[in-house]
């Protein structure tokens, strides 16, 4: 099956990678193998599993970047290491062109949790997955409907310390505003159920690949 754009779809079931580039380096610093439940024009949906090996930035001296002082924690420099995913799993949720994903999180007994919208570039498609870039402002979403801004802190110190212009500032801003009214609407992918949806039993843990830092796809020829 293709897209409107021609591009082939995964099925139900597939492994790829959901990548991010490094906000300084424009090189691939996360990466995490995940099992497609849904490829439309209208929605990406993938599931993380729990156990999944994924990598991860840390600092050079091998300090995880949330220990980091705030001030100094976008100019230290860094490197990678994978780790396991030990929390339950998550699924992610995306659609076409929005600056946005949105993140399901469960309690170990499948009592669901949370949302979390992840304010990022619109994913670039490759053969092997996604790739998209961080922009550190989030948000969180209850059940009850209700929700507030995350890491506002971080993302003032990104642009403090230029990862961050100040055009980029306002479109994060905007995108966000977007992402709240969406929220405030209780739109999709909030009103769609999600929170019901359940793993096939007979998926398998993606593995981590050894090329998992090819060449960023908005970077390839």
Known sequence: ???????????????????????????????????????????????????????????????????????????????????????TGVLKLARPGDPWSVWLFWEQ??????????????????????????????????????????DEDEFAEARRAGLLNTEQVRRVREAGHAAAGVIAEWGTPFRDGWEDWRPDPRWTVPKLPDDWDRTPAHMAS
């Open 109 to 150: 007994d499948w009592r669901f949790k949370s949302w979390y919208v992840n304010l990022e570039e619109p994913r670039t498609r490759w053969s092997g997955g996604v790739d998209s870039q961080d922009h550190f402002l989030d948000i969180s979403v209850y059940p009850d409907r209700g929700w507030h801004w995350l």
């Open 1 to 87: 099956m293709r897209d409107t754009a021609g591009r082939a779809r995964w099925a139900p079931g597939d492994h790829i990678l959901w990548r991010y580039r490094g906000n300084a380096t424009e090189q691939i610093h996360i990466c995490r193998p995940v099992t497609v439940v849904q490829d439309t024009d209208e929605l990406l949906a993938v599931w993380m599993a729990p156990g999944t090996q994924c990598v991860k930035p840390v600092l050079a001296n091998g300090t995880p970047v949330h220990e980091e002082p705030l001030a100094t924690r976008y100019t230290t420099p860094r490197t990678t290491v994978t780790s396991r995913w030990f929390g």
